[in-house]
């Protein structure tokens, strides 16, 4: 029984466009008792496996904590796969506005001593005795209050390029940091301010508002499913942002925009600029913010003594990282002296620029196509080409997408279609197909069809 990945990334992101379905990029979490988080853990690869569901995930004695990419027509039995469970029963799950069919590539289900590195010692206070949970409305509604103070419990690289208006962003990497510093804060304030919460997802704000509950602070509060599912309700309810800029997210897509500003910089050349990259060299890998200039200068790289290194022969650069630790460990993540407009701590509440509606090539991804079958031949002298349908139906009239590594993309209407060798209007399942194609073709070029 298949237990792990078997497909590299590359292979994967090539399935994902050839079968041209949409997948919808999702998150949720549980608290619960789980006994065997290993065999739990081995029965959630082997289901949702089966779904084609990818992401990454982490099971502990304490629960479950997932972020997931799960093909839009499977939505509902991935459903019933949580459902099998009583703790998962009605589980809210937090689909993303931005949807990209890669946001994941692998399917990574890790067990873990905890489902979030809080680092906090759960037997000292009672986990359970939460704050109020409050959805964007009410949520808005209280950050309009004066007795509100609102702190952000994300990490310095979250809220460099995206945050509540007004909300406290303590300069910290990691969630454990930040309690401590905002408790000392905030100490003669536990009777007579409404402390309000937030985070991604809604996950880290379970843990802090106990813990600030056990601290003695009598009223608090927390965004119900975090920035991802406040920037659901605002769509669906049409209610005004409170939320400036960018929601970072731990996936390929490293942000989903909320509103239009821009509140960052390019951390090299100080351009207004909110895109996360990881620096190209194996041996750094710095998350930083980069600008599209910047990243053609630099190569994608944080520094210039990265750009030399990526430049090396691969023997020498391996070399250079023996005995290094590599990855977030050899910086700070996001910190580095290189990066000149880096921001933290206390960040600002303007937009330094307006975002720019997505370029083409989004346009061109979100063509929704779906793969019919590939070319066997193609007659040069005549222009026709020859294809075997795989998959759904083809039909006269269909407009199609041609598209292979020489062919690029073209798309084109079809107006005659010889199916089996005599004219017909529909070719099915494992017909011959031929029409006229007016550009040469390859062997094993995919043909969709394109849905409008
Ligand atoms: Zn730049
Ligand atoms: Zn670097």
Redesign the pocket.
Known sequence: MQLYNTLSAEERAIMIDDAGKQRLTLSFYAYAKIQDPQKFRNDLFIAWNALDALGRIYVATEGINAQMSVPAENFEAFRETLEVYDFMKDIRLNVAVEQDDHSFLKLTIKVRHKIVADGLNDDTFDVTNIGVHLKAKEFNEILDDPNTIVVDFRNHYESEVGHFKGAITPDVETFRESLPIINEQLKDHKDDKNLVMYCTGGIRCEKASAYFKHQGFKNVYQLEGGIINYAKQLKEEGLESKFIGKNFVFDNRLGERITDDIISQ?H??G?P?DNHTNCENDGCHLLFI??D??KAAMENCCSTECLEIIHMPLVDQVRLRTGKQVGNKVFRKGKSENLKFKHSGELPETALATAQKPADIRQKIKVKKVLLGKAEHYYVKAQVGQFTIENQELNSGDKILISGPTTGDQEMVLNRIIVNGAETQTAKIGDKVTFEVPFRIRLSDKVYKILE
């Open positions: 390019c090299q050349c351009k600029c980069q600008c200039d910047c």
